[in-house]
């Protein structure tokens, strides 16, 4: 590769990793840090960082290097999981390696993940991502993976729009804001009820610069309930406004705020808090009482 040294942003491997599931071998790529290459710009409502183009480097997208796939089968995971899938899920995960090749190609045409990432690379992993863990078993938490997969699948569809304005990756990602609404949504309501938990996610980022942790996934539930739930049915819509709205408010500790809670989780908590009463208002769904607690 003639590219100079100073300018590279991603590198491979140098010892390749091995594909579970159809024993391909092959090089992850990675993103290089340091040395100017990313300047943290504006945190976005749903918790997205942004970053500056710098001079050097021009953009940059840290977030289309994340997840590991396998070239041959196209069989995607985090890191952590990739090596190792559920045995019982791997001839499930083998034979839906068709499945998962004929899915993509009609979004991005011909894929090769064995060649350094663009934007489609990216939010293809992602996609890729949310169809493999299908077959984890609930131990390895799979819908808080799939609700972060999707989401970041939207935000790289954003990304893609941006540049492609005529490919209609904005209806995609639309299309994958509304999955991740339902999949933070199922996540919540399963480590709540104890059907499965959250915690095999290690990092509930949603982005990779700052772990937000349970409460960051109570404010996006919320977030996404409001900005992409549907609003057909207005009984429906303010079930799961009322619902959003509990999750919301125990971001704060039911009107308590904690010093080690960051202080911009809990300034957008309040802002979305206020949105959610307010069209519940509208809907004619009287206060609980404790709005002027929480918003105060």
Sequence with gaps: MNEDASKKITFFSKSKIECPICDKRFLREDLLTGGGRM??????????????????????FPLIYTISVCPQCLYAAFPQDFAAPPEEAKKRLEADADHRRETLRPLFGELDFSESRTLKEGAASYFLAMMCYDFFEKDSSPTIKQAVSSLRAAWVFVDLHKRLPDDNYDLLALNFYRKARFFYAQAVEKEQNGAEGIGDMKNLG?????????DGVLYLSGLLEYLHGSTRNPQ?????LARAKTSVAKIFGMGKASKNKPTVLLERAKELYTSIAKELEKLGVASDGMDEVIID
């Design 236 to 240: 429906r819509r303010s079930a799961a």
């Design 39 to 60: 300047i943290a710009g504006d945190l976005t409502r749903d918790l997205r960082r942004l970053y500056e183009p710098s001079r050097k480097f021009g953009e940059i």
């Design 206 to 214: 949603p982005d990779l610069d700052k772990n937000y942790g349970y």
